[in-house]
């Protein structure tokens, strides 16, 4: 029998553009969506979508599902969320709070998004970066936060893992190398945003323990940040969606940290009181689909 999982199969796939990355987004192995897939083509009799395609090229069988998908989703979805209206109230606050400099690249569309589905949920970023976002819960100045820690005293939720790359000039002397080493940065000038050493994962997990020797700069926007690394005035280590476009366009370029990669995942956390509150979780179901379609690179968190 065709069910309301199987739409939200395929609707993941076509969002996501790969198996691996839309049984991240359903909270799937791998094996379990496969096996799901499997199960709905051998009842139709046909495949649902062309294996080795990129991105996913949905066959006619596939087509006519997820046309089904965007009919009963959306309504199924408008009906979940006006029945936790009716329980919990339709209006509340949520003031964010971002230890993430690099995440306004994808939560204004986010918040745009969320205002649609909860408008008479008042939804506001608190102004600055705080590199110690955990007080502003603490506090009652802050509803909501975006960043790489959490804590046993607030509702914690996953959102994704990504990868951080060093970024330099083109030309610059590093670039020959596949990957850089600790020992790369000796010497080096590391351009920032400015906030504490220990908040800068390169600094605390790869620099201080090897015990290189580096210059600092500071810069408190993403665009400066890439100026100066692009005019050789130094080497940053930023997300990898961040700097996509400007490493696309030949701009700057990247290299990954050390032969694992250097990760970083980031977390939502909130207060007790909001760990059940319909528009909560709907603002975390938010970031997770929306970043699984469009930043490149990311692992989302189970």
Same mark, same amino acid.
């Given at each position: 029998?065709?069910?309301?999982?199987?739409?939200r199969?395929?609707?993941?796939?076509?969002?996501?553009?790969?198996?691996?990355?839309?049984?991240?987004?359903l909270?799937?192995?791998?094996?379990?969506?496969?096996?799901?897939?499997?199960?709905?083509?051998?009842?139709?009799?046909?495949?649902?979508f062309?294996r080795?395609?990129?991105?996913?090229g949905?066959?006619?069988?596939?087509?006519?599902?997820?046309?089904?998908?965007?009919?009963?989703l959306?309504e199924?979805?408008q009906?979940?969320?006006?029945?936790?209206?009716?329980?919990?109230g339709?209006?509340?606050q949520?003031?964010?709070?971002?230890?993430?400099?690099?995440?306004?690249?994808?939560?204004?569309?986010?918040?745009?998004e969320?205002?649609?589905?909860?408008?008479?949920?008042?939804?506001?970023?608190?102004?600055?970066?705080h590199?110690?976002p955990?007080?502003?819960?603490?506090?009652g100045?802050?509803?909501?936060?975006?960043?790489?820690?959490?804590?046993?005293?607030?509702?914690?939720?996953?959102? =994704?893992r990504?990868?951080?790359?060093?970024?330099?000039?083109?030309?610059?002397? %590093?670039? #020959?190398? &596949? +990957?850089?080493? *600790? !020992?790369?940065?000796?010497?080096?000038?590391?351009?920032?945003?400015?906030?504490?050493?220990?908040?800068?994962?390169?600094?605390?997990?790869?620099l201080?323990?090897?015990?290189?020797? =580096?210059?600092?700069?500071?810069?408190e926007?993403?665009?400066?940040?890439?100026? %100066?690394? #692009?005019? &050789? +005035?130094?080497? *940053? !280590?930023l997300?990898?969606?961040?700097?996509?476009?400007?490493?696309?366009?030949?701009y700057?370029?990247?290299r990954?940290?050390?032969?694992q990669?250097?990760?970083?995942?980031?977390?939502?956390?909130v207060?007790?009181?909001?760990r059940?509150?319909?528009?909560?979780?709907?603002?975390?179901?938010?970031?997770?689909?929306?970043?699984?379609?469009?930043?490149d690179?990311?692992?989302?968190?189970?």
């Open positions: 029998m065709l069910e309301i999982r199987h739409l199969t395929l609707s993941a796939l076509r969002s996501a553009g790969s198996l691996v990355r839309a049984a991240q987004l909270n799937l192995t791998q094996s379990a969506l496969s096996h799901q897939i499997k199960l709905l083509e051998d009842r139709y009799g046909s495949p649902l062309e080795k395609s990129v991105p996913i949905f066959t006619a069988t596939g087509a006519r599902l997820l046309r089904l998908a965007d009919t009963l959306p199924i979805e009906a979940e969320r006006d029945v936790a209206r009716l329980s919990q339709d209006q509340g949520l003031r964010v709070a971002l230890e993430c400099h690099t995440c306004f690249d994808w939560l204004m569309p986010v918040m745009d969320f205002r649609k589905r909860w408008p008479d949920v008042e939804i506001d970023l608190v102004s600055g970066f590199s110690e955990a007080e502003l819960l603490r506090a100045n802050a509803d909501l936060v975006i960043g790489s820690d959490y804590s046993a005293d607030f509702a914690t939720f996953p959102l =994704f990504f990868e951080i790359l060093v970024v330099m000039a083109l030309k610059h002397r %590093l670039q #020959a190398q &596949r +990957r850089l080493q *600790a !020992a790369d940065f000796e010497g080096e000038t590391l351009i920032t945003y400015p906030v504490p050493e220990a908040r800068i994962d390169l600094i605390r997990e790869v201080r323990p090897a015990g290189i020797g =580096f210059e600092r700069r500071t810069a926007l993403t665009v400066a940040i890439l100026q %100066l690394v #692009a005019s &050789r +005035r130094g080497l *940053a !280590a997300p990898n969606w961040a700097i996509k476009n400007y490493v696309d366009y030949d700057v370029s990247a990954p940290i050390g032969e990669g250097l990760w970083s995942d980031l977390f939502v956390s207060p007790e009181a909001l059940e509150k319909a528009y909560v979780l709907d603002f975390v179901n938010v970031i997770r689909e929306q970043c699984a379609a469009t930043l690179g990311i692992k989302l968190l189970s």
